[in-house]
């Protein structure tokens, strides 16, 4: 099947999300989203009725989705799948990235809630539902490869409380190592979860 | 000593730490600095000669040397410390707070980073500071309390990334169970790099 070109409105919720990540939610205007998007003037009201608030709500959840999407595909290539090796994929991902485009992006999930969990808390349930888009799949990929049940959600959020962590300290010290610190530290560990099966 | 009064001036990058760690950089303006630090109108010219540049610079500063001040103090505080029981009082000082407070602030370097990182580098030496401040306590603890010096400064990386990325999580679900799983399931970990000491 053809890959199909995004929509207009496709464009802005990505675009929304790419400009999140570079310089948070409170400095992305809506015209920026439409320049950067190369979208129609009206197609905001039209696409976007509730404006930026809607934007932002969708961007982020698009990347929540994105980004648990990517789990089963990781895990689907990978010849003898372990959590730590899971983990390091997800890692591995922010490494090639800062290594091709240096270090200007962030996480949207972590840019939205620095800037809008307190001040704007209708914002919540799209991160929150962005969050567990995310997660989910991280939680069935680890019960897969044996992790407890009772232990998985734990270990799945403390496998992403470290990547947006390292992706901030990264961005600090412009520099991969916190990044390589989080797999050479934390990927062993994940792998002692992982219950012997006879 | 008694201890002082803090000045307007202290006051002020006090403010701007705390109005950071709820709105992000981008929306506190100077005007509700002085507003918040109940300082006279013109102490912003006289005190910060950069304005908001400076003031951010001092804020991410100041509280970076508040994190790494206390890390020494509850070491000694700790009747057997090890480096997980470190990290779960780290980790319990943002539990408490959010216990008392809710969840209205994260972490100001983060706060920082998200939005200015990539469109402000003026501020990155600043932030590379605050977290140098933060992390070298850090590592002289762990270093310590026995884990090797090669290893003691990326375990110290791992310990700030889990628990800055485990305050975005608690804040995006407004539940303290992110702050909770990375103790629970980091902390022993982070027992296992004591060396065994003869």
Redesign the interface.
């Known amino acids: 099947m053809a890959k199909s070109e995004p929509t207009p409105r496709e464009r802005m919720v990505f675009s929304a999300a790419q400009l999140i990540r570079?310089?948070?939610?409170?400095?992305t205007g809506v015209r920026d989203v439409v320049a950067h998007a190369r979208a129609p003037r009206g197609s905001v009201q039209h696409y976007f009725p509730d404006g930026k608030q809607q934007l932002v709500a969708e961007a982020v959840e698009w990347a929540g989705h994105y980004a648990g999407g990517r789990i089963p595909r990781v895990l689907a290539g990978m010849a003898a799948p372990t959590p730590g090796k899971l983990f390091a994929a997800m890692v591995r991902q922010w490494i090639e990235e800062y290594r091709r485009d240096g270090?200007?992006?962030?996480c949207p999930?972590?840019?939205t809630?620095?800037?809008?969990?307190?001040?704007n808390p209708a914002i919540?349930p799209s991160?929150?539902r962005?969050?567990a888009a995310w997660r989910d799949p991280v939680v069935a990929a680890l019960v897969e490869l044996g992790v407890p049940r009772r232990?998985a959600?734990?270990?799945a959020?403390?496998m992403?409380?470290?990547?947006?962590?390292?992706i901030?300290?990264a961005?600090?010290?412009?520099d991969l190592?916190?990044l390589y610190?989080?797999v050479?530290?934390?990927g062993p560990?994940l792998d002692?979860y992982v219950a012997v099966r006879e």
């Not at 270090?103 to 962030?106: D, K, L």
Request: charged share 25%.
């Open positions: 570079r310089e948070g939610v409170t400095a270090f200007a992006a962030g999930l972590a840019a809630t620095v800037d809008w969990v307190e001040g919540r991160l929150a962005a969050l232990k959600t734990g270990v959020t403390l992403i409380s470290t990547l947006e962590g390292a901030v300290l961005r600090v010290e412009q190592e916190p610190a989080a050479r530290e934390l560990h002692t």
